[in-house]
């Protein structure tokens, strides 16, 4: 992030490593067609330049340890000017919904917690939950847990997926639609990304490996994000508008299509990072466009407001073309997200070494939640308070189903003397927010952590109501450079209430390391509260060609939607139900659907539940 790596970053991939893969030539290599659509936008279309099945991830050897040693010594340097894009003055203002007293609620600690895996320097960790697992990735490994922090597998090189030696800045996710693993980084071989899927839902098997060309632009910091099409990427440079082709990928095609183009009119402060929306629940609607946010200071140049610019992003794998335009520009309330100093923003103890607050962008993920009538993004950013003091801005933006954004909700968690940034946010499917983030105060002598809160849906809008937890406390100050974490991860868990983070904190003596802990709020209040956490119960079952849907414990008998929803996000059936004795019966004609994954998603303006079924003729 924020550089073109030196060399020395590339970890060679051991021969032993090589051999797991069965690579697979593409014979000829599509070149890239160039066109402009009907938006005047040039457009590149092209496919992987390689693919490979590897075998069995569970059959890999560990990395050496002077593999490991290696990696955990390379500093990634600051090549980019963030500034070059800013306005000459720059004028921090009264944060308007900065909430400056912690909540109340009690909040439990983590249920899961564990050191991750240590990386190189920033160590950009990212993982995800599914059913049974958790992966994570750092620069440059790799590792797997089940969901106790039972270890899976030892650290494995992330070039041990490709043939191509990759760099970094990896990026993992759960596809729960799809039930498969992808993983991601990048490369400096042609500018490439390096993106595999895994061919099963268990990440100790083999993996579908690609090498995608970007051009002549690095793309530096990439973010990912699953939609109804494809797996859609943005990068720091300009690429911040690219999607690949899901379907072929998770079928283990071997020529994918890549689009890409760039968004129009990307206000910045000289570093690109905007967010492509992330279908954490149903997918959305097939034809429904993916959404792009950026963050935008009316310190940048040519921005006159604080706001969130939104953009739509549409493709057609037929023509293998696309266009995205700039749908809103969303107005916010204020906020300073431009520090003075650089990249050395915020204090640490006992040293003059500050270190980096990540300003001026989204951090990632954008989630997008589908709900009965309404969708929600959640988003948040560092800001500035004032003499470089950081807290976290977030957000709940809603639309009714129709594109158009508005700011549900919004506030600065910022109480107390201690900066907070490097953060990340998720929604369950009971509308409650978790929120986790890096922590240090350098005048009360704490180190770099990590910490969390949350608020439920019920709560008063803009605030986290929940007492600020502690999932690891750091124990010394980052002395070696300004580079720190570049960004952390929270996740959904499948269950729909569990949220999973991943971040890095300063251990003893100057080490970074990385976390992972997991947290949920619906478990923590009262019965009074409580309305569906534990007595709802959603039963689904197959029996020839009809789907029996059985729904129990429903709150105060209100009334629910029972939908079934194709993987391309189509809605095939609705149907409103009214609950007799909090239970719903429901049976559903599957005779005309074909082979595939569907969902069966209950709920009303107060939760939701989905369950997967495979119809199999």
Known sequence: MKKLLTATLVLSVSASMAQQAQHTNLEPVQEPVI???????TVTT?????FMVTSPLSEWPAMTEMEIKEMHSRKIPNNFDRDAYLEAQTVTVEDPVRQSERGTRVMRAPIENWNGSNGAFPPDPSGAAGPNHYVQAVNSSFRIWDKTGGIVSAPTSLNSLWTTSGAGDPIVMYDRHADRWFI?????????????????????????????SMGSSFPDYPKFSIWWDGYYMTSNSTNTAVVFERDVMLAGGASPQMVKLSLPSLGNGGFRSPL????????????????????????????SQDQIEIYEMTTNWTTGSATVVSSQQLSVPSFDAVFTGGFANISQPGTGQKIDAIQGVLMFRAQHMRWVGYNTIVLTHAVDLGGNSSGVRWYELRDADNGVWTVYQSGTYAPGTEDRFMSSAAMDIFGNIGLAYSIVDAGNTLYPGISYTGRLASDPLGTMTFAEEVAVTGLSSETGGDR????????LDPDGSTFWHTGEYMGASGVGKTRVFSFNLQGNIGLEENKYHNDLELNVSILESQINVAVDGIF????????????????IYTSLEKPINKKVNNKIDASSMGTGI???RIGNNNFQKAVRVLINK
């Open 46 to 50: 092209t496919t992987a330049t390689s």
């Open 484 to 491: 720190y974490g570049d960004y952390g991860q929270m996740t």
């Open 276 to 303: 492509s929306a992330d279908a954490d629940g149903p997918l959305p609607p097939n034809g429904t466009p993916c959404y792009f946010f950026n963050l935008e200071d009316n310190a940048f140049a040519g921005v």
């Open 35 to 41: 066109t402009i659509n009907e938006e005047g936008q």
């Open 184 to 212: 991601s980084q990048f490369s400096f071989t042609g500018n490439s990304m390096l993106l595999a899927v895994s061919q099963t839902p268990d990440p100790t098997g083999a993996y579908n490996s690609y090498v995608f």
């Open 556 to 571: 105060g008998n209100e009334e629910i939607v029972v939908e079934l929803i194709g993987m391309d996000g189509r809605v």
């Open 598 to 600: 569907y969902f069966v």
